[in-house]
């Protein structure tokens, strides 16, 4: 039996960039083998097991072939014959189908790293078609690549349109097309993974409100705006809710997407609000009194204080913004706004004896007050 390191961890490191989780490829191992050494299995689909110290990943080197819709639809053979490059054969781009042995000798049968070094995202083979989340992740690994100067082969994207066309990236999961959206909004060019998308026809399928967006004058915009959310080092939310204001300022367009895409909570508030909010925070300066303190309760400052970093660097994305460094007033205005409302609370009014109704209707004329005399200050 031999193991060889495989997928992201050989390609990263041939790359030069961070290593976060490292695979293995066992062969010329047998189930109860692995079992006898103390690996522990885990794998519900495929024979994968957990190594009994590092907890790292070892899959039995195995072929795979389609055999129904989605990620279900496999039927896999493994077993001690099956080779190391039979294993690499069945894998979906050539630049995750390297190996490298425990004394550091690569094995390279499909150009992987000719591939690497001309910045080419390749498939392997024809069976890169066996499972249609691989459109999704050569989008992926677009927005983690094109900084380095990484492109889709013409070969490949022709693929990945013929699959898109085929109607099978409608049977993916919404758990695993929301898994590689959510990686690819906080690489270095979160643009590319839905450029590649539109560009084979599947953001039409996936995401059609996108799909709009990117066919529309806004186009160039929102392309810039996420690449500025890279610069300034956006938050996975804040990235997607600055692409969620250039769909629309109506909620009742963009909710439904959320929902669809099963965005956690955390992500469809933070969308939600830049939607219906940005443009008064854009303009915060040009605000009276009453609209400041709509703002400040539309956004919820009064409990959830902690959003203002991801929804102002959001709102610089939008601005046009590409660094910290830049000036974006809007930024003091709203800390300002924030201090002022702030200043007067519940608990100080009902110490001086208001109670329920009237205690609401004293607390805004009040913190309305304190803004009309912070403007005119
Ligand atoms: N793989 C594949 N097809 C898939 C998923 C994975 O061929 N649908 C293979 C690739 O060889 C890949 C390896 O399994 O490199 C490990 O997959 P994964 O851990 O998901 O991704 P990595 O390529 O390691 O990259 P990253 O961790 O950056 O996502």
Redesign the pocket.
């Known amino acids: 039996m031999k193991t060889y390191l495989?997928?992201?961890?050989v390609?990263?490191r041939l790359l030069g960039i961070p290593v976060?989780?490292r695979?293995w490829v066992v062969v010329g191992a047998s189930v109860e083998q692995m079992a006898a050494l103390g690996y522990r299995p885990v794998g519900r689909e495929f024979p994968v097991f957990l190594h009994p110290k590092t907890k790292e990943e070892y899959a039995l080197a195995r072929t795979e072939r389609k055999s129904g819709h989605g990620y279900k639809g496999f039927e896999f053979y493994a077993s001690p014959e099956v080779t190391l490059e039979q294993d690499?054969q069945?894998?979906?781009?050539t630049i995750?189908?390297i190996a490298e042995d425990d004394e550091g000798n690569i094995y390279d049968p499909f150009g992987g790293q000719q591939d690497l070094q001309q910045q080419r995202i390749r498939h392997v083979s024809e069976a890169f078609a066996e499972?249609p989340?691989?459109v999704l992740?050569v989008a992926?690994?677009s927005s983690?690549l094109a900084h380095l100067g990484f492109r889709v082969a013409p070969e490949t994207c022709q693929l990945m349109a013929a699959i898109a066309a085929s109607g099978e990236l409608e049977h993916l999961t919404r758990e695993r097309v929301w898994a590689e959206l959510e990686?690819s909004l906080t690489e270095p060019s979160p643009q590319r993974f839905f450029q590649v998308l539109k560009d084979c026809n599947g953001l039409q399928v996936l995401i059609p409100e996108l799909d709009l967006l990117l066919s529309g004058p806004e186009s160039d915009t929102a392309i810039t705006a996420l690449q500025h959310c890279a610069s300034l080092n956006a938050s996975a939310a804040a990235t997607l809710a600055t692409l969620c204001r250039f769909i629309s300022s109506d909620r009742s367009i963009v909710e439904p997407m959320l929902e669809r895409l099963k965005a956690p909570r955390q992500f469809k508030d933070l969308c939600l609000l830049i939607c219906q909010h940005a443009d008064s925070l854009l303009h915060i300066e040009q605000l009276n009194a009453e609209q400041k303190l709509a703002l400040y309760e539309g956004l919820d400052l009064q409990r959830r204080a902690e959003r203002i970093p991801q929804i102002t660097t959001s709102c610089r994305a939008l601005a046009g913004l590409a660094t910290m460094d830049e000036p974006f007033p809007q930024e003091q205005q709203l800390q300002r706004l924030c201090k002022t409302i702030n200043s007067i609370q519940p608990a100080a009014l009902a110490a001086q004896g208001f109670k329920g109704k009237a205690l609401g209707t004293e607390l805004r004329r009040r913190r309305l007050q304190a803004l009309s005399q912070q403007e005119q200050a």
């Not at 069945?90 to 781009?93: A, I, K, P």
Request: hydrophobic letters at 30%.
């Open positions: 495989v997928g992201g961890a390609r990263d976060y989780d695979d690499l069945r894998r979906d781009l995750n189908a499972d989340l691989r992740r992926r690994f983690k990686r």
